[in-house]
T-cell receptor, first 117, second 117 residues
Framework: KAGVTQTPRYLIKTRGQQVTLSCSPI?????VSWYQQTPGQGLQFLFE???????NKGNFPGRFSGRQFSNSRSEMNVSTLELGDSALYLC????????????????FGAGSRLTVL | DAKTTQPPSMDCAEGRAANLPCNHS???????VYWYRQIHSQGPQYIIH???NNETNEMASLIITEDRKSSTLILPHATLRDTAVYYC??????????????????FGQGTTLQVKP
């Protein structure tokens, strides 16, 4: 089956602009999480969506936002871009039954590499 | 989620077993141990997970000590394509009854495994 698809793969923006990244999860996966990866900070959790609701949020400023659609596809938006927002943005999806037991495995996409000039 | 400690780097000869250690001395009884790896500029890839028992799949084996305070990921016959950063993560399985961390992984710095010919 198809994996997690992220678009665009690469993009260049200038400071002050805004950007929207898209993520299509694996079919049947209802949970989507977003991560930012930079050389200095490593992989950091941004937020998680399930059934169109944000369930968890990392420690990022309000310029970072996201949403999830009824088909589980998700978008994240970064407004007023700063140089430090240059990073690889990763999306991950998982199939979660709501059970209190069992593990939960994330499948990551290839990422969207954002460069802010 | 419990904190993990991994060596920053390791070398392994091609064809030999790679044994990657992870300490998680504060792990709780209901926390799973997960291993992911990230090949350069790609999204993290799930490898294996376990709770108490040793686990094996087509990619690797996971050995968890009896007190669960440490574990070892074993790649039985390392190849050059196994060169990557390996992340050990411990987290609890939670339901979506309220706040949930199911999609939130806390990545440390991981172990950079270099497989050499």
């Amino acid at each position: 089956k198809a994996g997690v698809t992220q678009t665009p793969r690469y993009l260049i923006k200038t400071r002050g602009q805004q950007v929207t990244l898209s993520c299509s999860p694996i079919s049947g996966h209802r949970s989507v999480s977003w991560y930012q990866q930079t050389p200095g900070q490593g992989l950091q959790f941004l937020f998680e969506y399930f059934s169109e609701t944000q369930r968890n949020k990392g420690n990022f400023p309000g310029r970072f936002s996201g949403r999830q659609f009824s088909n589980s596809r998700s978008e994240m938006n970064v407004s007023t871009l700063e140089l430090g927002d240059s990073a690889l943005y990763l999306c991950a999806s998982s199939f979660w039954t709501g059970s209190t037991s069992g593990a939960n495995v994330l499948t990551f996409g290839a990422g969207s590499r954002l460069t802010v000039l | 989620d419990a904190k993990t400690t991994q060596p920053p780097s390791m070398d392994c000869a091609e064809g030999r077993a790679a044994n990657l250690p992870c300490n998680h001395s504060t792990i709780s009884g209901n926390e799973y141990v997960y291993w992911y790896r990230q090949i350069h500029s790609q999204g993290p890839q799930y490898i294996i997970h376990g709770l108490k028992n040793n686990e094996t799949n087509e990619m690797a084996s996971l050995i968890i000590t009896e007190d669960r305070k440490s574990s070892t990921l074993i790649l039985p016959h390392a190849t050059l394509r196994d060169t990557a950063v390996y992340y050990c993560i411990v987290r609890v399985a939670k339901s979506f009854g309220g706040s949930s961390n199911t999609g939130k992984l806390i990545f440390g710095q991981g172990t950079t495994l270099q497989v050499k010919p």
